[in-house]
């Protein structure tokens, strides 16, 4: 069982663990190189960072999918996007536990989904939650989501919230952390 594997089944895996650097460290450099590169690239060059982004995100971005650089995504191999997916500038994935995108998910600027935490009795052991965004979600800009959280389909998310439980479908959630204020 690889890292990746264990981490999605819920195992915790400490940072100073020798395969823990080789995989997971080896992903995230290879994912810094090209985040990297894409922010190097002319805007104008679309088709250059549309090439860049689909080796980040290994062949993904088709179908209407589009991010707008700079983003800052560590672990491209555990992202998994669906059609019609818009990502404004900024966008940061801490997407070890893995992330999920389904069709039509708009996110604002600065949106940062974080599938990463860390113990608290030994801060070098980290354990993850799968983040799961469902067809046609809007993510407002500044929105941060946490490990473990789904959101909805078609469910709105304000600027600025912090998700820390999942939110229903059809649901407008807003604030620190988020609370469903009206339903759609």
Not at 54 to 62: A, I, K, R, S, Y
Not at 85 to 106: K, P, Q, R, W
Not at 122 to 135: C, H, L, S, W, Y
């Amino acid at each position: 069982m690889t890292v990746f594997e264990a981490l999605r089944t819920g195992q915790s895996y400490d940072i100073r663990d020798a395969d823990y650097q080789r995989e997971v460290h080896g992903e995230i450099d290879r994912c810094n190189h090209l985040c990297w590169a894409i922010s190097q690239t002319d805007p104008a060059d679309k088709p250059r960072i549309k090439q860049l982004e689909n080796e980040l995100l290994h062949g993904q971005m088709q179908n209407g999918t589009f991010f707008t650089p700079p983003m800052s995504i560590d672990c491209g191999n555990t992202v998994h996007l669906g059609k019609n997916v818009y990502a404004n500038h900024h966008l940061t994935m801490m997407s070890l536990g893995t992330i999920t995108i389904e069709d039509g998910v708009m996110m604002g600027p600065e949106v940062g989904l974080f599938t990463v935490n860390h113990e608290p009795q030994n801060i070098r052991v980290i354990k993850t939650g799968t983040i799961t965004i469902k067809k046609n979600a809007w993510l407002g800009a500044r929105v941060s989501v946490l490990p473990g959280v789904t959101i909805g389909e078609n469910a709105i998310i304000g600027t600025g919230a912090v998700v820390t439980k999942d939110i229903p479908a059809n649901s407008v959630a807003v604030g620190s952390p988020a609370k469903v204020i009206k339903r759609l």
